[in-house]
């Protein structure tokens, strides 16, 4: 099987370089084109079809990769040619989209054809008129239903006979595959992973852990919080402080809420409720002292507390055109900004510890943000989730240049320089966590566990077949929260295996 496996990787970078070298002379591959071709030539679901790198002297400019609207299932989108389709001013430009059959089929199309062709042997069909602008022709093969869009039929018929597959397997000068009878007939399935997780416990809202121990969620009256403690396995109820329901972190073995005041301006930092788990006792906090740095830590449109732990509680600041973190210790009321002089590539704040700033180990470094801006304050480095033997954080993505948004999910380990990519994360890594052994993170309709102690991975449906879940674990166990409105939800508990 290992041997397939490389044999097919094999075929599809061949194919990639084959398509790099078919490209018009000076013409280069953009990186996100180059990507997008990656992850298409490797899709375990449906094989994926473009027209190459150019197509009647227009370069392929885009790979757009996005979920299916309500199915587990991707989408891939090749634009030829850099202006916008919908606009007539703008010269026309190819576009070829794929989707799995379970998506859109060919029984679904046929019932608004307005004509059906054979093209390199197998059925296509047309909407709308062939003298219309523009013109879509859906062409049939395999399990994949693809979707031509160009400026006239003759345009799009010369498209589909320069199809050619990602994975390299079919070639534009042979015929394409005949498509499933399940794809012309409606009845292709699109299958999920199998889902562990056992029925969900009704509740007022999301749960907070702290990776290791500790996992806590608002009862579903608003007026006690459910704590779960890993040792032992057992649940415990503490009651709310009125007016403090609302959870914003756990960690230090404690329980960060927020007292709610709506004539408070939302630039001030609100009034906190911190308990200790394992006693059930409210701890006294010291309010944050007069000092220059808290000055920075008032957001002017937002200050969000969002962690806690034993010593600190980290507070996110916004305002116009820029985004910040800050720190205060509820233990001594001493505040730090994100501007110290430790916070650079060589620490990461630790709210556990007394200095908060905590060295990373060799070789270790938090990856610089190649988007950064003075002027909007992108944050300088990607987060980093560090434990003390791994280190989890986000590289920056093919398609980053404009928005920033972090790329792929990347393990980093004590000792060496390899790093390990956990998923190029097409479409969403959300929710992303280290500790206690475990990695987890929500994808598209999937799940994922990666147990670093017995580097073993596993990839699970969402409960209920969600398209997305929020995400956390204990040491032993995974908690996903579905909503189902805004003040009720959800949440499905599974075991880790040889947890």
Not at 15 to 40: D, H, K, M, T, Y
Not at 293 to 322: E, F, I, K, N, R
Not at 355 to 379: I, K
Request: glycine share 10%.
């Amino acid at each position: 099987m290992g041997r397939l496996r490389r044999f097919a990787l094999s075929v599809a970078l061949l194919a990639i370089w084959v398509l790099q070298c078919s490209a018009a002379p000076g013409a280069e591959v953009r990186p996100g084109v180059r990507e997008g071709l990656r992850i298409a030539a490797n899709d375990r679901d449906f094989r994926v079809f473009h027209i190459g790198a150019e197509f009647k002297r227009r370069e392929l400019h885009d790979v757009d990769i996005s979920p299916s609207e309500g199915q587990p299932r991707r989408q891939y989108t090749f634009s030829y040619g850099s202006c916008t389709p919908d606009y007539y001013e703008c010269g026309v430009r190819f576009q070829v989209t794929d989707f799995d059959a379970c998506v859109v089929s060919a029984a679904s199309i046929a019932r608004t054809a307005s004509a059906r062709f054979q093209v390199r042997g197998v059925p296509a069909d047309l909407i709308g008129r062939p003298q219309d602008y523009p013109v879509y022709l859906y062409v049939y093969t395999g399990r994949t239903t693809i979707k031509i869009r160009a400026a006239s039929l003759q345009s799009a018929r010369q498209a589909a006979r320069a199809l050619r597959s990602a994975d390299g397997r079919v070639d534009s000068q042979e015929p394409l595959p005949a498509p499933t009878r399940a794809a012309m007939r409606g009845r292709a399935r699109c299958t999920l992973p199998p889902s562990p997780f056992e029925e969900g416990l009704r509740a007022g809202g999301p749960v907070y852990s702290d990776g290791v121990r500790w996992a806590a969620w608002l009862a579903p009256d608003m007026r006690a919080v459910v704590v779960f403690d890993e040792r032992g396995d057992r649940m415990q109820r503490f009651d709310s402080r009125p007016g403090c329901e609302q959870i914003v972190g756990v960690g230090g073995d404690r329980l960060l809420r927020v007292c709610r005041n709506d004539e408070a301006p939302a630039w001030q930092l609100p009034e906190l409720d911190l308990v200790h788990l394992p006693t059930g006792i409210r701890e006294q906090m010291r309010r944050p002292e007069d000092a220059s740095d808290y000055y920075y830590c008032h957001g002017d449109d937002a200050t969000s507390p969002g962690g806690v732990g034993a010593h600190w509680v980290a507070v996110a600041v916004s305002g116009y055109h820029y985004h910040s973190n800050c720190w205060f210790n509820w233990r001594t009321g001493a505040s730090e900004f994100n501007s110290s002089p430790q916070s650079g590539q060589q620490y990461v704040p630790d709210l556990d510890t007394p200095e908060l700033w905590r060295p990373l180990c060799t070789p270790l470094r938090r990856r610089a943000n190649p988007y950064s801006d003075p002027y909007d304050s992108r944050p300088p480095f990607f987060d980093y989730s560090f434990d003390g033997t791994f280190g989890l954080t986000r590289g920056p993505g093919p398609y980053s240049e404009e928005d920033g948004l972090p790329g792929p999910l990347l393990l980093d380990r004590c000792g060496t320089t390899r790093t390990r990519r956990l998923s190029r994360c097409w479409a969403a890594c959300v929710d992303a966590s280290l500790g206690g052994g475990l990695v987890t993170w929500s994808g598209f309709y999937e799940v994922h566990v990666v147990n670093l102690e017995r580097e073993r991975r596993y990839t699970w449906g969402a409960p209920k077949g969600e398209s997305s879940a929020f995400v956390v674990h204990t040491r032993r166990h995974v908690f996903a929260t579905r909503y189902e409105d805004e003040d009720r939800a959800r949440i499905f508990v599974a075991r880790v295996p040889g947890g």
